[in-house]
């Protein structure tokens, strides 16, 4: 067994790359993977809460670097699903705690007994990016169909190129059919234009993404959910499966399906 | 539901994700060139300023603009030349 290295990272914060880490693992480890994530995030670390997983902590991400324990000991494993494991990122330390090279080591080791080692990246473009894109098979940037996360996705893709990991691979999360619909809110189309990038999913907004974050229950472990079918979506892609991409639009009220009629492309 | 009235009411929508776009692709175009608007203006009129140091260009067709190809910027320059028969001086 050789794994495959994949990082989660954005540019800026709040767009959903420790969510898509944790539903990736959850998907991939359902598909019955064996998936290792690290948290990246030195010193802000939440891959764990949304995992559910946060009582569970013993060690961490710089304890196994600065050889204060073994790697199995900061391996957390989750109980859901037979082989999910969770490396959390320490809370109380700065990035500068780990190098690029402390991330490849430590990846290195853990290569052999996983089929997909997932790293959660913090936001930003300093040393925690670029010790979470050390190690990395393949990027996936994760951003939102806004101008901001756009903008600096645009910035991410850039640095990644010049890191030589690229070409990464775009998730477009939170996309608001609705307002795609009424012209509020750009298209997928519009967000790959701009970013000349491949895209790899499009996950839709979903209130059930938070209610499960509140419950400690990543969303992809109900894969009935319009984001959690997206998560195992881009999973098998991943795993190199072609699947097609989903439709994302809402169900149209009367009314709208009317003007539609009367007014054949006018939206 | 909100729609279908104003469009009943004759409103005209506008429509946000087309303004978020325009302005994205300026502003990719700044980020990637490390140009500013300010500096893509200037550059432009030197550009100008020198060709026409040794031919007559019409000033008024001219066209230079930052086009994308993937993620490669691209600098292209329409630039009408006037014929020498036609020159005044």
């Known amino acids: 067994m050789s794994a495959t290295v994949i990082t989660v990272t954005s540019g800026k914060g709040g767009v959903g790359k420790t969510t898509t880490t944790a539903n990736l693992a959850v998907a991939l480890a359902a598909g019955g993977q064996k998936v290792v994530c690290i948290d990246g995030d030195i010193g802000l670390r939440n891959l764990d809460v949304i995992l559910g997983l946060e009582n569970r902590i013993v060690y961490d991400l710089v304890d196994v670097v600065e050889g204060r324990c073994r790697l199995k000991q900061a391996m957390i494993r989750d109980k859901r699903l037979q082989e999910l494991y969770l490396i959390p990122a320490a809370q109380t330390r700065d990035k500068n705690a780990v190098s690029p090279s402390d991330m490849v080591r430590l990846t290195d080791d853990l290569r052999e007994e996983f089929d997909w080692i997932l790293i959660d990246s913090p936001a930003g473009i300093e040393r925690g990016f670029r010790n979470s894109v050390a190690p990395a098979d393949t990027v996936l940037v994760v951003t939102n169909p806004e101008v901001s996360a756009v903008r600096d996705a645009d910035r991410i893709i850039g640095l990644i190129e010049s890191e030589e990991k690229g070409p990464a691979k775009l998730i477009l999360n939170r996309v608001n059919q609705e307002m795609v619909k009424r012209g509020d809110m750009l298209t997928p189309a519009d967000v790959l234009e701009l970013l000349a990038v491949e895209l790899i999913g499009i996950v839709p907004e979903d209130d059930h993404v938070i209610m499960s974050s509140n419950r400690g229950q990543p969303v992809a472990l109900d894969p009935k959910t319009r984001a959690g079918t997206a998560f195992h979506h881009i999973a098998r892609r991943l795993k190199g499966e072609d699947v097609p991409f989903m439709n994302l639009e809402v169900k149209e009220d009367i009314f709208q399906k009317l003007s539609r009629l009367i007014r054949p492309g006018g939206n | ?89």
């Open chain 2, 1 to 89: 539901m909100a729609d279908w009235l104003a469009w009943l009411a004759g409103k005209k929508t506008t429509k946000s994700a087309g303004a978020a776009k325009d302005r994205l692709k300026l502003v990719l175009i700044n980020d990637r060139t490390d140009l500013t608007p300010a500096e893509l203006e200037s550059m432009k009129n030197e550009l100008l300023l020198v060709i026409s140091r040794y031919i007559e260009i019409d000033s008024n067709a001219v066209r230079i603009d930052m086009t994308q190809e993937g993620r490669q910027q691209r600098l292209l320059a329409d630039i009408p030349i006037r014929a020498a028969s036609r020159r005044t001086r």
